[in-house]
């Protein structure tokens, strides 16, 4: 039993949006095959590719009011002071913005950075250009959520790349929604920013890798200590 589990374990789950797209791959995979064997074998490779670009792994997350995790896997792409987009109503102070670059092989399931009631969600169609260019925050299709929280509202932008063609969000205005929750995913390759108040210290530097629901990349106040985790 022992070998099985670790067998199990071993196995990081899929997300069931990647379903339809794994049996997509494997279906054209069959059919390529009887056209020119080899085909099927580099068909097999980019089934495997998709499997495991919606992977779907538990994550262990810090569960203190004061702390803001990571809303996404990848590289941190931006951290500094902007307006936030008109959409948020969050104003127009400069936040602190945090910016979390997924390429296409980072793991695609967008997390919550704090607990709080969803008080808005706006979506916006834009363009596709290079998630990673600054003006993409502004230029790019996005999917706009704002938290309420305990320490007050704060924003989450899913943005679509040059790749990305389909933005999903399956939270809802008004759901209550725990820190390191999934909310929502983006297919394929793109990028997650985070707006918050002023005063919130960043705790990431620029070209750091971010784990979703585990990396703490904010903090309110200027504590520096220990917190429980809760597994997800």
């Not at 929280?149 to 790749?163: K, N, R, T, Y």
Request: aromatic share 10%; proline share 6%.
């Amino acid at each position: 039993m022992h070998i099985l589990t670790s067998i199990r374990n071993a196995f990081v789950p899929i997300h069931r949006a990647g379903y339809p797209f794994i049996a997509v791959f494997f279906g054209a995979s069959v059919v390529l095959g009887l056209l020119w064997q080899p085909l099927f074998w580099i068909g097999l490779i980019l089934t495997a590719w998709c499997a495991y670009f919606f992977r779907d792994p538990e994550r262990i997350t810090p569960v203190a009011d004061h702390l803001v995790v990571s809303p996404a896997d990848g590289r941190v792409s931006l951290v500094g002071h902007v307006v936030p987009p008109v959409e948020l109503g969050l104003g127009a102070e400069p936040m602190l913005r945090v910016s979390i670059f997924m390429n296409v092989f980072n793991c695609h399931v967008n997390r919550a950075p704090m607990r709080g009631r969803i008080a808005r969600i706006l979506y916006r169609e834009g363009e596709f250009k290079n998630a990673e260019l600054d003006k993409a925050s502004e230029l790019n299709e996005r999917n706009c959520l704002v938290i309420d929280g305990p320490q007050g509202e704060i924003g989450v932008v899913q943005i679509a790349g040059l790749v990305a063609r389909r933005i999903i969000c399956w939270s809802v205005v008004e759901d209550r929604i725990e820190a390191g929750e999934r909310f929502g995913l983006i297919r394929f390759g793109s990028r997650l920013d985070v707006y918050l108040p002023g005063s919130v210290q960043p705790r990431v530097s620029e070209g750091q890798t971010a784990i979703a629901g585990e990396t703490v990349i904010a903090e309110y106040g200027d504590r520096l200590a220990t917190w429980p985790a809760r597994r997800d």
